[in-house]
């Protein structure tokens, strides 16, 4: 359903410091398709809180898989129910409803959980590349290197480095006055679109994001690329060709995570500065995408990938069913 054109034009009136709401037009380009687009989103959002939780519950009752793997797993599943549920509902309102006003600081909130739970994501993937680098260089030693109360202070470190770092978009913001067009041409209210609607010099929050991009994810790329170098090297000074296959089979789902979740990251990140000549439809669609595909196949592929899980899941479900 698309957005009421009349309650839009209403909605612009004269320079103010703090505008009481936004209007979110969801898929530009696709009005009149968003209602159905609106089916396949929710059925990937109910996989993704069905998986998720499920990943969240089996780690939880299994005492046998409180290990750093796992425990981090946890927190993954936990960051992608977060940026999944911040995005989602308001989103399937706007296509199905017309439901786009969206007030100020709900709006402001929303960036927060965005982009605060995007750099939690992407520390715990950094945190989970540690893991495999330690277990597979360093196996005698894992227990004691990743202990539980290291692991309990890597995932407060990169939770805190998320708070931190994000919490200054929304305060640099709220000093801005904003012009009279409130229009979101998205479906969520993100740092770059929302800075577009200010009437004043924005550079200090442009300069400030890219200062959080690089040292956020150019600092975790950095860590897991280093530690996928040192783990391949060490995989490949092993003698057996089946021990080769079991290490690299432990990284495979860590990997397809990276994947899924960096690649849709950047792309948007780099359209949102530099894609000008990339469709506005494009954009969107795979900026929804991005806070949706990796919360749905997470839980997915390490279900598949991962012995312990799957064979706690079917355990769970057989004694449902039975």
Request: with cysteine; proline share 5%.
């Amino acid at each position: 359903m698309a957005c009421n054109k009349d309650h839009i034009m209403s909605s612009s009136g004269n320079k103010s410091f703090h505008p009481t709401s936004f209007i979110l037009l969801g898929i530009p380009g696709l009005e009149k398709s968003q209602f159905w687009i609106a089916f396949p989103f929710c059925a990937m959002y109910m996989l993704a809180l069905i998986g998720n939780i499920t990943i969240l519950h089996v780690v939880r009752i299994d005492h046998t898989l409180h290990e750093p793997m796992f425990v981090f797993l946890a927190m993954l599943a936990f960051t992608d129910l977060v940026l999944s549920s911040s995005t989602l509902p308001k989103m399937l309102g706007i296509f199905w409803f017309g439901s786009c006003e969206i007030e100020y600081h709900a709006c402001l909130t929303q960036v927060f959980f965005i982009h605060a739970f995007s750099s939690v994501e992407s520390g715990v993937l950094m945190a989970m590349a540690l893991d495999r680098y330690v277990a597979i260089c360093f196996p005698l030693h894992h227990s004691t290197i990743l202990s539980t109360s290291v692991v309990v202070k890597l995932g407060i470190a990169v939770m805190v480095r998320g708070v931190l770092w994000v919490s200054p978009f929304c305060f640099m913001v709220t000093w801005k006055p904003f012009c009279s067009n409130r229009i979101i041409p998205q479906s969520y209210c993100e740092h770059m679109a929302v800075l577009k609607l200010v009437c004043a010099d924005t550079r200090a929050n442009r300069r400030y994001g890219l200062f959080v991009a690089f040292s956020v994810v150019g600092f975790d790329i950095i860590i897991i690329a280093v530690s996928y170098i040192m783990i391949l090297q060490a995989v490949l000074r092993l003698p057996s060709g089946e021990a080769r296959i079991k290490a690299f089979g432990t990284c495979a789902s860590h990997i397809c995570v990276i994947l899924t979740f960096y690649i849709p990251a950047l792309f948007t990140f780099l359209t949102h500065r530099f894609g000008q000549q990339v469709p506005r439809v494009v954009h969107i669609m795979l900026a929804n995408l991005y806070l949706l595909v990796p919360p749905m196949l997470n839980p997915i592929i390490y279900g598949v990938k991962t012995k312990q899980i799957r064979e706690r899941v079917a355990h769970a479900f057989c004694q449902k069913v039975t």
